[in-house]
């Protein structure tokens, strides 16, 4: 009986204890005049790491394998994200995939059949702006080419 009563008294020190310990350090941190700083830069970050995975970066066109290798991570990235219910980005990537395909009409054709109707509208609604994109790397690579 006093063996139940002494751990029970003991466990109870010890998590009073954790918890000043916790407050202790949250005070300690709160009070750091960098702690501020450092919390801001990191929600940069992780803003700007969430916004560069929408836009990829686009392959050097004129390299098949490159390419190939784009299209198929693409279309794999979109799938998944898909399936995770993340429809705009998954979108944004099944669209980075169609604008690099040498057939874009038999893949919008079985994109149809496979994605539901709303997703499938939403697809279509980005191609215009992926477009613009590979005329504008287009674009820049033949400039380049004169240099």
């Known amino acids: 009986m006093m063996g139940g009563k002494s751990s029970t008294i003991a466990a109870g020190v010890c998590g009073a204890l954790l918890v000043g310990y916790c407050i202790y350090f949250d ?5 750091d005049p960098n702690f501020k700083n450092r919390l801001r830069q990191r929600r940069r970050n992780q803003a ?3 916004q560069g995975t ?3 970066k686009l392959p050097d066109l004129k390299d098949a394998e490159a390419v190939q290798k784009f299209f198929l991570e693409e279309i794999q990235l979109g799938e998944e994200l898909l399936a995770q219910g993340d429809y705009e980005n998954g ?3 099944l669209t980075n995939a169609i604008a690099v395909c040498g057939q874009p009409q038999q893949l919008l054709q079985v994109l149809q059949q496979t994605l ?3 997703v499938f509208q939403m697809l279509l609604t980005k191609l215009p702006t992926i477009s613009q994109r ?3 790397a287009q674009s820049s690579l033949n400039e380049d080419d004169l240099e």
């Open 27 to 31: 005070r300690k941190r709160r009070s």
């Open 48 to 50: 700007a790491a969430k």
């Open 54 to 56: 929408g836009l990829s």
């Open 91 to 93: 979108v944004e990537h």
């Open 116 to 118: 539901p109707p709303p």
């Open 134 to 136: 590979i005329v504008s």
